[in-house]
């Protein structure tokens, strides 16, 4: 298993969550750490991420101010921390890497090559 995504729940609104993301020491090189989502009926859309070499992240605006991307070197896990959470936070949550190539788009799934097997987050109102 390439890359490995944890930490989904149950949870009430305004609550918070803690993905984790363990990124394979197999992927060599990666140059992003993306996380994206896809709720029923929706298409998936990203989320946040975190260049591999020096940690910029980016955020999608829904995201800003309420969620962080981290990283624990030693662990080579990427985390995302959920905060202040909504009914339409509800998703099945995806860690992906994307390589090292010419070009990196962040906010496109497309570029992205590893994919974890996604974990559910679901937020009650």
């Known amino acids: 298993v390439q890359l490995q995504a944890s930490g989904g729940g149950l949870v009430q609104a305004g609550g918070s969550l803690r993905l984790s993301c363990v990124v394979s020491?197999?992927?060599?090189?990666?140059?992003?750490v993306g996380w994206f989502r896809q709720a029923p009926g929706k298409e998936r859309e990203f989320v946040a991420a975190?260049?591999?070499?020096?940690?910029?992240?980016y955020y999608e605006d829904f995201a800003k101010g309420r969620f962080t991307v981290s990283r624990d070197n030693a662990k080579n896990t990427v985390y995302l921390q959920m905060n202040s959470l909504k009914p339409e936070d509800t998703a099945l949550y995806y860690c992906?890497?994307?390589?090292?190539?010419?070009?990196?788009?962040?906010?496109?799934?497309?570029?992205?090559?590893?994919w974890g097997q996604g974990t559910q987050v679901t937020v009650s109102s």
């Open positions: 992906a890497v994307h390589p090292q190539t010419a070009t990196v788009i962040v906010e496109s799934s497309r570029g992205y090559l590893y």
């Open positions: 020491e197999f992927i060599s090189s990666p140059a992003v």
């Open positions: 975190m260049r591999w070499i020096g940690g910029h992240t």
